[in-house]
């Protein structure tokens, strides 16, 4: 294995320990998530910031709050991991309240608000807003049974495209229209095609490089999965590494997860959930200083005209759709528990 790769995964084990050490007894299915935002940012997670944070939260909501329940830990380190937390989660709560002028209020809404806070200054919140309801409209009538609250967060981001709104949704139709001959319709395929609209390179392109590498990755590590896997994986293929490194960078990582607690056992995350996560981190090695430059960057920057940032914004919905996934595993796993209960 690389050494940076090495040195990544290792900070994964860390931070995650650390973040699971915060928020006891919650859901094994984020921990990974959460700590790979602070591996994005280059940031180590603090015990004492993450409590301060949830503490910061919780005071200001409701119990019913849309922006508790299994939101709550990728938003609490979303903040830890920014230069200014109170800041950040003031302007969040700011944005929300535009957002819910548009949409239905969610968890999915909340991580949305909160990912304006990077790419978007407050008074083109509501222009962003706006145009990405309609883009939202557009996703519904294409595909009205896939295209549910989680889907607002690529309409989100797909709202900072300089791209039409036309020429978005005829990427994303093409590229799942590409993507629906080789895998089942689910969520995880559009998510793919989201992402892909994301980058103007030709869809037949990116379709083609991304299977490319699920044989690669499936040829190492056994069958990837073939439903809310396939947006990671999607991010990973925008990478410029020839797809056999890309494929053997997943391999490492996986190898190396698969001797790690929470992983290798009957009772940890089943192996498809782990090669999802190896892709992850494989993509935040290769990465992560260009999503923190993205960051960084001051919001008036269109970050979506720089052909440099293009990957990056990606790779920033690549989290995202980690996030809701997760969270959506995290729901299905307690309602599985709550049901064997009774």
Request: proline content about 3%; overall charge negative.
């Amino acid at each position: 294995m690389k050494e940076s790769l090495q040195t990544l995964c290792e900070l994964f084990i860390e931070y995650r320990g650390t973040i699971k050490s915060v928020f006891k007894m919650d859901s094994e299915y984020l921990y990974p998530a959460c700590a790979d935002i602070f591996l994005a940012m280059g940031r180590a997670p603090e015990e004492e910031l993450l409590s301060d944070c949830r503490r910061m939260v919780k005071n200001s909501v409701g119990i019913f709050s849309d922006f508790r329940g299994n939101v709550l830990m990728p938003l609490v380190c979303m903040l830890a991991a920014s230069d200014d937390p109170q800041t950040k989660w003031e302007r969040t709560q700011d944005n929300f309240a535009v957002l819910k002028e548009e949409f239905w209020s969610s968890g999915y809404l909340a991580l949305a608000a909160l990912l304006l806070t990077d790419t978007t200054q407050s008074e083109q919140v509501p222009k962003t807003a706006a145009r990405a309801k309609a883009i939202y409209r557009r996703m519904k009538q294409e595909h009205p049974f896939l295209t549910g609250q989680e889907d607002s967060v690529f309409a989100v981001m797909l709202a900072r495209s300089v791209r039409s709104d036309g020429q978005l949704i005829a990427d994303m139709e093409e590229c799942y229209r590409l993507l629906d001959a080789r895998f089942p319709k689910s969520d995880g395929l559009q998510s793919a095609s989201h992402l892909f609209a994301l980058t103007d390179r030709a869809p037949k392109e990116k379709v083609e490089r991304m299977l490319a590498l699920y044989d690669a990755v499936s040829e190492r590590c056994g069958k990837y999965g073939k439903y809310y896997e396939l947006s990671t994986l999607a991010a990973l293929s925008l990478e410029q590494a020839p797809v056999e490194e890309l494929a053997d960078d997943v391999a490492d990582v996986d190898a190396f997860l698969a001797e790690q607690k929470g992983y290798r056992s009957i009772f940890g995350l089943d192996r498809k959930t782990r090669t999802m996560h190896a892709a992850l981190l494989a993509a935040t090695n290769r990465s992560a200083a260009a999503m923190r430059d993205m960051r960084n960057a001051p919001p008036e920057t269109d970050l979506a005209m720089a052909a440099a940032q293009q990957t990056a914004l990606a790779m920033l919905a690549a989290q995202q759709a980690a996030m809701c996934a997760m969270i959506a595993a995290s729901s299905a796993s307690s309602a599985a528990a709550a049901g064997s209960s009774h």
